[in-house]
């Protein structure tokens, strides 16, 4: 029985070893996949704040689209030409500077345009009336758009 023992002895003692270094593999490999969901989440956190920021600015550029319709469809027909030139980016064409700045509370966004065009063209009557805002986020350009229908007369 002596014999038996000591060979059960060196086995646990084989055994314990053995446990040590695969214990050591284990640590790295769950350090490893820690690195990479740690990663996998700070990805994930980056891309959604982006998210969030972009469509803060979508609601921003909303908000100043919706105060320029409000605008155009307060003003008389007649006064559409003058006060909203086709084309003129901000309303500046040798009038003062930023004049749909005043309108939407100042340009917020980031290298923000605001541009209203008459379609077919300023003396069609009814014409469509266009409002585009243009800004920059993150070295790309964003757009959106609204348009209405105005006439001298209403039908």
Do not use: C
Not at 25 to 49: N, R
Not at 131 to 153: D, E, H, L, M, Y
Request: aromatic fraction near 6%; glycine fraction near 8%.
């Amino acid at each position: 029985m002596t014999g038996a023992m000591r060979v059960i002895r060196r086995r646990v003692r084989q055994n314990r070893q053995h446990r040590r270094g695969v214990l050591l593999v284990e640590i790295l490999f769950a350090i490893g996949i820690l690195m990479v969901a740690g990663l996998w989440l700070l990805t994930a956190y980056q891309s959604s704040f982006q998210v969030s920021e972009l469509g803060q600015q979508t609601s921003v550029a909303l908000d100043d689209l919706r105060d320029m319709m409000e605008r155009i469809k307060s003003t008389p027909f007649n006064s559409l030409t003058n006060d909203f030139p086709s084309g003129a980016v901000n309303g500046i064409v040798g009038l003062a500077p930023e004049k749909y700045g005043v309108i939407i509370g100042g340009y917020t966004l980031t290298n923000e345009q605001v541009t209203v065009t008459h379609q077919p063209n300023t003396n069609a009557d009814p014409r469509e009336m266009i409002v585009r805002v243009t800004w920059v986020n993150r070295g790309r350009t964003f757009q959106k758009s609204v348009s209405t229908i105005r006439a001298s007369r209403a039908s």
